[in-house]
């Protein structure tokens, strides 16, 4: 699998894992899963852009 094909995949995994956790982390009240969950999820985002930087570079 091309690096920026995983990146993007990798990226999307991120996002759900980490609005997962943002959303139980507000269900049961607690901050800490909540904000580690918003931060997965804004890695994710970032690790996906640049999947999709990598795969325009590789045209």
């Known amino acids: 699998m091309k690096s920026s094909t995983k990146n993007i ?4 995994l991120h996002q759900a ?11 049961i009240n607690n ?3 909540e904000i580690e969950g918003k931060g ?8 996906e852009k640049i999947g999709k930087i990598e795969k325009d570079i590789e045209k």
């Open 17 to 27: 894992k980490g609005k997962v956790k943002e959303v139980v982390g507000a269900a």
């Open 9 to 12: 995949a990798e990226g999307k």
């Open 31 to 33: 901050h800490d899963l």
């Open 40 to 47: 997965e999820n804004l890695d994710g985002k970032i690790q």
